[in-house]
């Protein structure tokens, strides 16, 4: 553990989450290692795309898994995906992640006031251009990204 990361706890208003690709199926992991499935990827004349089965949620015409995933990251936020968790079964026992495409994100909880501050909703992203932005960097040294 370096001196800049902390553990997560449940008390933590940031939630680490990975997304996973395998198949034609979308995944996802918190930090509980629990596993639940989010929807299914579908390929199209050489592009991918994927629908979200709580929310019907859907994207298209991305080149590789990287994008897809990438992609997701932007739309989804905490309360989507915590009560993924909330109402999906853990499928970790019955899944092989082996040869997965993973991509980790930081999602904060969002408090009472997330309507009337719009500081309150960001995304925590590790991307390579964070040097380029003026968002302070999160944890890890990721590029906050404002929703």
């Given amino acids: 553990m370096t001196p800049h990361h902390k553990p997560e706890t449940r008390n ?7 997304l996973y690709l395998q198949g034609d199926r979308l995944f996802a992991r918190n930090a509980d290692a629990t596993l639940v499935e989010l929807g299914e990827v579908q390929g199209v004349g050489g592009a ?7 929310e019907r949620m859907t994207g298209q015409g991305f080149a590789d898994a990287e994008a897809l995933l990438a992609d997701l990251e932007g739309k989804i936020d905490f309360l989507f995906l915590d009560g993924q968790f909330t109402a999906l079964p853990d499928v970790a026992d019955s899944t092989d992640l082996g040869g997965a495409t993973s991509r980790h ?3 904060e909880e969002f408090g009472p006031d997330e309507e009337s501050d719009p500081l309150a909703r960001r995304v925590l992203s590790g991307t390579p251009d964070a040097a380029q932005s003026n968002i302070p960097a999160g944890p890890g040294g990721g590029r906050q990204t404002l929703r």
């Fill in 12 to 18: 933590d208003p940031v939630q680490r989450f990975t």
């Fill in 48 to 54: 991918l795309g994927y629908v979200l089965d709580g």
């Fill in 105 to 107: 994100i930081f999602l």
